[in-house]
């Protein structure tokens, strides 16, 4: 069974197959075609096909568990391993051929997006005129037991592993995902319940009440009927359960809209699940977002930028929820917080995954963390440790100008002071 971590069941689900499900309420089948499609005007478009067959609820079941084992084993953005007895256990399904042709109908699943992927231009978001097609699931593969047996001298165990197309591993990178509760989930009796799970949470943000056409969320569910009274007591079967498991507070009918009214949450809840207004996000190219990243540490290294409001703003935009920033700042001063900002970045991108900066930032400087192995080599910087020179009782302004004559960079955030060579 999949370990989760303190009890934490929630899920990062990705925030386009929250936002446009492509999944049908109705039973497999495979003798059909299924092809949704999204039109947002201006020429853009989103369609989603499988020529293989419909993809159902129980589908989008297995797609939430996978998304569960990914979060769960930090996993998401790279290979998700789990055997099929693990997601059979997550299931509550004997049937393990009927998951198999699960995913394999999800890997069949492709995406045609046309002017809907997002890339900056001159500072600006543009949509990309040109049409991509990709795979939710880029790969799939299970693992021979005999095979392992033979090779590893092991004990023959089955395995699978899973890997998400690119577009959606960026989306899970940049925090484009919607939040779900995995155990209220799994309480949710029907399809459509779970359904208008998926599609509230990705759009209630900070709301209290959210307001939409019935015929519109029937659609995007989508419930095939097209008769008003089948849609609004679908709909009401729905909220009762909602209504239950603490999801929406209330709801109520007007004309052809229905409100959904959601119970408060959480300041720290709000900063977990706030979006990015992203469709889908351009992946960039491996040397561009090094560079990106390489630009944006030098600024937080820069004594130029080592500023109250600078540093204030940046805590504010990298650890949300971050409790006493001012103060904190104010105790260890706007440089050294940045630097340590800057090394916790470097390690979550260029190491492994800091889940919690605002966490690490603090245990960075209660504990004086050293720089990541690379850091200043990345910045184009090379530490000089000159123990023959002490700055202990030289002003900022002499040292700075005595590095400027010597062409040394000067870092005044850090605890000794370090120079660095100009290259």
């Known amino acids: 069974m999949v370990k989760t971590k303190q009890n934490n069941q929630l899920v990062k689900y990705e925030g386009n197959i929250a936002e446009y499900p492509f999944f049908q309420l109705s039973k497999h089948d495979k003798d059909k075609c299924m092809k949704r499609e999204f039109n947002f005007g201006e020429g853009r478009t989103l369609t989603i096909e499988n020529i293989d067959g419909i993809p159902t609820a129980f589908d989008a079941n297995v797609l939430m568990a996978i998304s569960y084992i990914g979060t769960q084993s930090n996993s998401l953005d790279r290979k998700i391993h789990f055997t099929l007895k693990e997601l059979a256990e997550l299931l509550m399904c004997t049937d393990k051929s009927r998951i198999k042709d699960s995913i394999k109908r999800l890997s069949k699943t492709s995406y045609t997006a046309q002017g809907t ?39 023959a165990k089955e395995e699978t592993w899973v890997k998400f197309n690119e577009y959606f591993i960026d989306n899970f990178v940049e925090n484009y995902v919607q939040h779900i509760n995995w155990e209220v989930y799994l309480k949710l009796e029907t399809p459509t319940a779970k359904r208008l799970y998926t599609y509230l949470e990705k759009k209630r943000g900070e709301r209290e009440s959210f307001t939409i ?112 920033a001012s103060n904190f700042i104010t105790t260890h001063g706007p440089g050294i917080v940045l630097e340590k900002l800057a090394y916790g970045i470097y390690t979550h991108v260029f190491s492994h995954p800091v889940e919690n900066l605002g966490g690490w930032l603090r245990t960075a400087l209660k504990e004086n963390f050293l720089s990541p192995e690379g850091f200043w080599e990345l910045l184009n910087e090379t530490e000089v440790n000159n123990e023959s020179i002490s700055f202990e009782n030289i002003k900022s302004n002499k040292v700075q100008k005595f590095c400027n004559n010597y062409s040394l960079y000067y870092s005044p955030m850090s605890r000794p002071f370090l120079l660095k060579l100009k290259i």
Do not use: W
């Open 117 to 155: 992927v997002l890339t900056k231009h001159e500072g600006k978001n543009i949509y990309l005129d040109s049409t991509l097609i990709f795979h939710i699931i880029e790969t799939v593969k299970y693992l021979d037991p005999q095979k392992k047996k033979i090779y590893n001298h092991q004990q």
């Open 213 to 324: 056409d019935v015929y519109k969320i029937a659609a995007v569910i989508p419930i095939e009927s097209k008769e008003g009274f089948n849609i609004r007591k679908l709909l009401k079967e729905a909220c009762k359960h909602l209504i239950e498991q603490d999801i929406i507070k209330n709801y109520s009918f007007a004309n052809d809209n229905i409100t959904f009214e959601f119970p408060l949450k959480s300041k720290k809840l709000i900063q977990e699940n706030k979006q990015l207004s992203l469709l889908l996000p351009l992946k960039e190219d491996k040397d561009q977002q090094i560079e990106k990243t390489k630009e944006y540490l030098k600024q937080l290294v820069s004594p130029s930028f080592a500023t109250m409001s600078f540093a204030l703003e940046q805590i504010k935009f990298k650890c949300p929820g971050f409790k006493g």
